[in-house]
């Protein structure tokens, strides 16, 4: 069965400066996507960046970018110039062929 | 349109009462997700429709009973409820249930209250 770790609970961050949440998996399978979702308080669950198990580049959505080392099986999400709005639950999650797991998620706090 | 929406956002019921939460969704997804959220931790899935017919059921109880009228629609008909099930009701929606790029787009949950 596959699972999905995130190893920090909370996290705090200056705003401006950049952050990186971490994330391992486990899976046997060889094709499959990751994700990190972001549910801010109180408000919707919104996707903020996926990543093709098969594709080396990492992905990068404006400030977000991730760190996808598929041997390691570790999917790292970085965030760049921390804004007062990114303050969140980060959840990464893992899809193959059917339902999506998800990891107990990380908050992230940012500091003004 | 890229929304999913749910109805009620808030509910408090008794343990006696039945009510229904509601989704929908126009995006012509054909495969939508109940999900419950208890604070600070992941959704846990509970049911999974695939176009209209039920395709996994997370073992949930009985007090829980899905339903989906058409292919835009999916509500969760609630009786008896225990204190225990109050948390965040996540509906969701992706193109399709099998396959590997499916992302899901969630509504807004509905926050429900068992007293």
């Known amino acids: 069965a596959q699972t999905v770790t995130q190893s920090q609970p909370e996290m705090s961050v200056q705003e401006a400066e950049t952050v990186t949440l971490s994330c391992t998996y486990d899976?046997?399978?060889?094709?499959?996507?990751l994700f990190w979702y972001k549910q801010p308080p109180s408000r919707q669950m919104i996707l903020v960046i996926r990543?093709?198990?098969?594709?080396?580049q990492n992905a990068t959505e404006n400030r977000f970018s991730v760190n996808f080392q598929k041997a390691a099986k570790s999917f790292s999400l970085k965030i760049s110039d921390s804004q007062l709005g990114d303050a969140a639950m980060y959840f990464c999650a893992y899809k193959g062929d059917d339902k999506i797991i998800f990891g107990k998620g990380t908050r992230l706090h940012i500091l003004p | 349109d890229t929304e999913v929406t749910q109805t009620p956002k808030h509910l408090v019921m008794g343990m006696t009462n039945k009510k229904s939460l509601k989704c929908e969704q126009h995006?012509?997804?054909?495969?939508m997700y109940w999900y419950k959220q208890k604070a600070k931790k992941p959704p846990e899935l509970m049911f999974v429709?695939?176009?209209?017919?039920?395709?996994i059921n997370e073992s949930v109880p009985s007090r829980f009973s899905p339903e989906c009228p058409n292919s835009s629609l999916l509500n969760l008909h609630l009786h008896a409820l225990q204190p225990e099930d109050s948390a965040l009701y996540l509906c969701?929606?992706?193109?399709?249930?099998?396959?590997?790029?499916?992302?899901?787009?969630f509504g807004p949950g509905t926050r429900l209250t068992v007293l």
């Open positions: 995006m012509g997804h054909r495969a």
């Open positions: 899976t046997s399978e060889s094709d499959y996507y």
């Open positions: 429709y695939s176009y209209e017919k039920l395709s």
């Open positions: 990543q093709e198990a098969y594709k080396q």
């Open positions: 969701a929606s992706s193109q399709v249930l099998r396959g590997l790029y499916n992302e899901q787009f």
